[in-house]
């Protein structure tokens, strides 16, 4: 059998080639609390690169004696998935209950490509206080950094007061609880669709 050669069919004949892309597009993000090692893993690592490389808030690591406290600290995670399997984590925030039925969520974080999307960080923000709503909390907390409080204030918080922490301008705010009807399934979280990466961040 004689194969067709590119000399066979011409110098201008085109030759086949993969239509599929060739770079990686997530069709969707899953939020959901951590349920692996490598979530874990990677949640923290990009903890690290924007709270100790990005912002310079930590020299060497952010870890601190919250994310020691089991099983009361929670980590969440946003995933990229693919053909609806999770591959990499690409947001993450933590929830602890500091007293009975008041909690606090920290370390809110976004990888540095994807934090213009239209929705990872308020998701993030909604399943953390869903799910300590559904365990039970009757006060969520926050100290939010000033250049993300117009955020938080549009998802129904408020601001109590103003301190300074790590050297920065922060506000100490509270969720509206009625805002945010408990979510009794945190491992299955929420699924968003893939949208355009100048969408907006509320």
Known sequence: MHLATHADRGATAPLPWCELPFTFEPQEFRIQWASGPWMQAQALALRRQVFCDEQRLFQGDD?????????????????????????????TVRIHEEARGRWWGSRLAVRHDWRRHGALGSTLIRLAVSSAHA?????????????????????????????????????????????????????AGFVLAQAARGGRHD
């Open 63 to 91: 870890l601190d004696d919250i994310d020691l406290r089991e099983p009361s600290t929670q980590l969440l995670v946003a995933l990229s998935c693919w053909g609806g399997q999770p591959a990499e984590v690409v947001g």
């Open 135 to 187: 365990l039970g909390c009757t006060e969520f907390l926050a100290h939010v950094q000033a250049q993300n409080v117009p955020l938080f204030r549009r998802l129904r918080w408020q601001v109590l007061d103003e301190v300074v922490l790590h050297g920065r301008a922060h506000a100490r705010m509270r969720a509206d609880l009625a805002h945010y009807p408990p979510c009794d399934t945190p491992y």
